[in-house]
Antibody, heavy 120, light 110 residues
Framework: EVHLVESGGGLVQPGGSLRLSCAASGFTFTSYWMTWVRQAPGKGLEWVANIKQDGSEKYYVDSVKGRLTISRDNARNSLYLQMNNLRAEDTAVYYC?????????????WGQGTLVTVSS | QSVLTQPPSASGTPGQRVTISCSGSGSNIGSNSVFWYQQLPGTAPKLLIYINNQRPSGVPDRFSASKSGTSASLAISGLRSEDEADYYCAAWDDSLSGVVFGGGTKLTVL
């Protein structure tokens, strides 16, 4: 069974940093793009970033460029999101998901999410 | 303001058929496939429809979807109480080089 488990969320002050992790199992991790999607409290879904199988291509939503960095460790079947210079508007539940193909919005399955709260 | 436009709410009674619209532009829906996600209260989103109108295994055939030009729609027939959820459309946007979501539609089963 395909399984994605996020971790690393928590409370951080504005300007601070946090690193999210997503542990993948049940599928050949190296065969898939991966993605992060977030959801602010009471709001809709917002795509954050994608990364290619070998990490050679990455795409970001404009609002996070230069502050959030997606990466992966294929040896550990893990996806990461390094979050720097965090702002209040980054407060959200962050979901990792398997991304079926570039130029699509095909995310399946999703993890359970991890909550990031940016507040002083 | 989401790139894809959905009505914020929809409702129906058990057994009814409801539709949810999703409007975009030539750079997203007009040139790429549409995907639909269902988010039950307090849970992670789940893929409901892929490539405009395909259902993943396990999704009841009460759920159907279509796309025409720069718009898409999701239809739910034989409405059931367990269909009460938030529904999101999504597509790749060529101009933004990224994925765009609709703002979501909260479906209430009366």
């Amino acid at each position: 069974e395909v399984h994605l488990v996020e971790s690393g969320g928590g409370l951080v002050q504005p300007g601070g940093s946090l690193r999210l992790s997503c542990a993948a199992s049940g599928f050949t991790f190296t065969s898939y793009w991966m993605t992060w999607v977030r959801q602010a409290p009471g709001k809709g879904l917002e795509w954050v970033a994608n990364i290619k199988q070998d990490g050679s291509e990455k795409y970001y939503v404009d609002s996070v460029k230069g502050r959030l960095t997606i990466s992966r460790d294929n040896a550990r079947n893990s996806l990461y999101l390094q979050m720097n210079n965090l702002r209040a508007e980054d407060t959200a539940v962050y979901y990792c998901a398997r991304y079926q193909s570039i130029s699509s919005a095909w995310f399946d399955p999703w993890g359970q999410g991890t909550l990031v709260t940016v507040s002083s | 303001q989401s790139v894809l436009t959905q009505p914020p709410s929809a409702s129906g009674t058990p057994g009814q058929r409801v539709t949810i619209s999703c409007s975009g532009s030539g750079s997203n829906i007009g040139s790429n496939s549409v995907f639909w996600y269902q988010q039950l209260p307090g849970t992670a989103p789940k893929l409901l429809i892929y490539i405009n109108n395909q259902r993943p295994s396990g999704v009841p055939d009460r759920f159907s979807a279509s796309k025409s030009g720069t718009s898409a729609s999701l239809a739910i027939s034989g409405l059931r109480s367990e269909d009460e959820a938030d529904y999101y459309c999504a597509a790749w946007d060529d101009s933004l080089s990224g994925v765009v979501f609709g703002g979501g539609t909260k479906l209430t089963v009366l």
